[in-house]
């Protein structure tokens, strides 16, 4: 049984890495230029959701109840609005509490002193799981019994919905079509260095070498260039976001804090997995289609 000959697939790859200098730079160059604006997307997009989903929390559902119901039967009703679905929660609110909330908010609170609590309904603040579903969610929650106007504001959900599905859809198509651009320069790189090397590959095909002996040097050569083209974008990727994000924070450009981008520290961990992922396997693949020809002797 023929043993694995790891170490000379490892010296052979390496030694094909430093012989062939030009072409090896090119391709992780490539490998990092394409992770890196790969990532970037991902992380917009990471954000863009963050953002919308931050949004969804302070766009609320206002269920108002009949006003013939007293408090108990109005709180009894939490559960079948808790039973709709795309409801996240809901928070009873007192005709009382909110009249007192409504007076906290205004200055001269004289110009109310005739009025008192009974003018208003009691009613529900309802949280959503995903606003793009809000209009729907407003017609379920209408046709409990018991409520008798629902409000929601349509117009920044449908707003919101749209910004998330546009970014989203972008970067999707971005992130494949830079994934196709780096496979397909990959390989073309391993070719010209393939090239170089095809009357060694025909003489050791002739003396009877078997083609996975021949072409596991080359899969660890893609391997090594995927696996550190992958480490440079993850660093290089680090600082541009940090940087960026620190210039956004001190320029005021995310409102006054009320726009808070995600820390590096959240998403390092899977965009580290995925970048390297991504590197080694474009290496490996490119390697793997760029030889076969060569080996059909």
């Not at 559902?61 to 795309?86: K, Q, T």
């Not at 550190?228 to 409102?255: K, M, P, R």
């Not at 970048?275 to 390697?287: C, K, L, Q, R």
């Amino acid at each position: 049984m023929r043993s694995f000959r790891a170490g000379y697939y490892i010296r052979e790859g390496l030694s094909s890495i430093f012989t062939h200098g030009f072409m090896s730079f090119a391709s992780v160059f490539i490998v990092v230029a394409c992770l890196i604006i790969m990532g970037s997307f991902s992380l917009l997009a990471v954000n863009v959701n963050k953002i919308i989903g931050d949004f969804e929390d302070e766009n609320v559902i206002l269920a108002y109840i009949h006003e013939s119901y007293s408090v108990e039967d109005a709180r009894a009703l939490a559960g079948a609005i808790d039973a709709v679905p795309n409801v996240r929660s809901a928070r009873f609110v007192t005709r009382e509490e909110a009249f007192n909330s409504f007076l906290s908010g205004v200055e001269d609170k004289s110009r109310f002193e005739d009025i008192d609590a009974t003018v208003l309904r009691h009613r529900f603040t309802v949280y959503v799981d995903d606003i793009a579903f809000i209009e729907r969610t407003q017609e379920d929650l209408l046709n409990i019994p018991g409520v008798a106007r629902v409000t929601a504001n349509l117009l920044i959900a449908r707003a919101l919905v749209t910004t998330r599905n546009i970014v989203s859809g972008v970067s999707t198509v971005i992130v494949a079509v830079l994934l196709i651009i780096s496979l397909f320069i990959m390989m073309n790189t391993v070719k010209l260095a393939t090239f170089e090397r095809r009357d060694e590959i025909a003489i050791m095909k002739v003396v009877g070498a078997t083609n996975s002996f021949i072409r596991w040097p080359f899969i660890f050569e893609g391997f090594i260039l995927g696996l550190f083209g992958s480490l440079v974008a993850f660093i290089t990727q680090w600082g541009l976001y940090t940087a960026v994000t620190d210039a956004l924070l001190s320029g005021g450009a995310t409102g006054g804090g009320l726009i808070q981008a995600i820390s590096f520290s959240q998403v390092a961990l899977s965009l580290c997995v995925v970048f390297a992922v991504i590197g080694i396997g474009v290496g490996i693949i490119g390697s793997s289609f760029a030889i076969r020809k060569y080996l059909k002797v």
